[in-house]
């Protein structure tokens, strides 16, 4: 990508608050030039003609080789976005490193063409054929992780990418991209582009793409959705959440405090479907404030860089304010905060850091239990009886994922059937299995990522008659 040399995109270090790398800062001429390449690359190169098997055998090439250097791409996430280095080993590098071999295993048992017995006596076809140049949108809280949802699928179906990473982490997109000429995939199959909303704004509205993929916020899902709208481009939206974990009467708090924990606070909060609002028995309210209250305040907070460390920064200035002011909300709004506050955490003096922060006394009226915060918020609500509980979990516009805890699984599922979300864990929060559909409904978006249905979404179904030889 070529640019001027004052076009450039400051990374900075959300925990030492300096600049810790540049890179060049896309225009839409450079959009209009990636998806020029991608078009070429799609309409006449070799890569969407290929048998499914050589191009699975191009992505195992590129996870085998991904394996290989996940310590330096973990450490390139850690220090442009801040999460802690063993969330970035485990998560945000580790689930890319098993989903790219799961996505290829899933490929080898699609059903790439179908014979059917027609109705009217013609044989049919059914085959499934690559959508054209997608358009791939992803932010920065966890940015391989999403990369992976939308590129290796995208590429297994046939499809050319043009990739767009968030501004505040373009580092690990760059490092991919250098991982992607290594395999050797023919030019123009994938282009990334680094850049601000008005870069992505260009491209999701450009004609030369077939197929928008979006990961974000769902005030900006609404943006992509009509940009793309103005050319009958399909998209797919996996948006904001405001996740419940219903907590039932038989659950143990001691489990409930620490499943939370990992749900809800890994990666600074910063997860889309976190789970926020936390739904407990008004008889039992005390036992499951006071669990979450000692886990939360335990937690290790510090230099992102330190195995030790459990909850790193949040990624810039801008989102550290959101979340303090959101806090400062919470407590004007009647809440009582229980653990944490807008103050810096004990022994940080620098950084874009938010103590882990615990409400109670809430009820589902306040923006603190309506609205996204994406920071280590956690919002504490009673219910009197199983359908209210079920009722508060669905007044939201939200539906990305939810949870149950219960000591009676069958009691768990039969929950889980009731509430309206996309996604759902029992006794767990949502776990990304790679062969599960995820997405949400809702204010939450369209569309679903992993699994088969991930998959789909990248390919067309044709349907070719035959008429029997006389």
Known sequence: MDGDPGDTIEVISPHTEQTIARVAAGRPADVDAAVAAARAAFDHGPWPRLDPAERIAAVRRLAELYAQRRGEMARLISAEMGAPISFAQRAQVGLPTMMMPAFCDLAESYPWQENRAGFFGSDVQIRKE????????????????????????????????????????????????????????????????PGDAAVGAHLVGHPGVDKVSFTGSSAAGRAVAAAAAANLTKVSLELGGKSAAIVLDDADPETVAAGVRSASLSNSGQICNALTRILVPAAREQEFVDALAAKMSALVVGDPADPATELGPLVSRRQQQRVRDYIDLGQREGARLICGGTDLPDGVDTGWYVRPTLFAGANNTMRIAREEIFGPVLTVMTYEDERDAIAIANDSDYGLAGSVWTADTDRGVSIAERVQTGTFGVNQGYTMDPFAPFGGVKDSGYGRELGREGLDGYLETKSIAVATAR
């Open 130 to 193: 690559p959508v054209g140049v997608v358009a791939a949108v992803v932010p920065w809280n966890m940015p391989q992780f999403l990369i992976t949802t939308k590129l290796v699928p995208a590429l297994l179906a046939g499809c050319a990418v043009v990739l767009k990473p968030a501004p505040e982490s373009p580092l690990d997109a760059l490092f991919l991209a250098e991982l992607l000429k290594e395999v050797g995939l023919p030019d123009g199959v994938v282009t990334v582009v």
